[in-house]
Each structure stands twice: as C-alpha cells, then as structure tokens.
C-alpha cells in the first residue's frame, strides 16, 4: 500500500485496553448480508481518522481487541502478522476479521 490514506481508525479507549474499528474508507455506510451473516459498516462506529498502513500496523500493535473490515484493512492486518488468512471471513465477498488479545 502507497502512503495515501484510504483506511479508517477509530479507537475507543475501553477500561483496561483500547479497540480499534479498522476499515476502507469507501465501505463507509454500506451494508452486506450472505445467508445470516450481515455486515453494516456504520459510520458511527467506523469512521475515525484517515490512516496510512504505518498509523494502522501501530494502532494494531497497541490494540487489545480490533475490528477489520475491507480489503486493505484485512490485508495490512494480514502482512503484518496480527491474523491468519483461516481467521477471515467474507460476508457477500468483503473481508471481514476480528482481534481479541487476551
């Protein structure tokens, strides 16, 4: 990924730890359903600051849980290390995947 910024981050300070909602800035709004599954990507819980691969690998690393929604964003995640390819799931073809440090 170039250093423009096409990911959200939105951190949420929770307690103890600090979830971070990690998304494509153009899923924003969107909703997708595959047989029970439904994915809504609201802007509310998503849309945070504008983020470049760097500012989400660091938020990933102090992060104790995350949510990743997106090609980009389940891809940084992935090159990164922070999940496995058999822990995404795709709902109607968008990526979808969850950290959880315990």
């Known amino acids: 990924m170039n250093t423009q910024k096409k990911i959200y981050i939105k951190k949420y300070e929770l307690g103890s730890g600090i979830m971070v909602a990690v998304c494509d800035t153009e899923l924003i709004g969107k909703s997708f359903e595959d047989n029970e599954l439904v994915l ?12 470049t691969e760097n500012e989400v690998v660091r938020s990933l690393k102090h992060a104790t849980i995350a949510n990743l929604v ?20 795709f709902v109607a073809g968008v990526p979808h995947a969850q950290i959880v440090k315990i």
Do not use: P
């Open 40 to 51: 809504k990507i609201t802007e509310s819980f998503y849309k945070g600051e504008e983020a």
């Open 70 to 89: 997106g090609e980009r964003a389940v891809k940084c995640a992935l090159d990164n290390g922070f999940i496995e390819e058999n822990n995404v799931i």
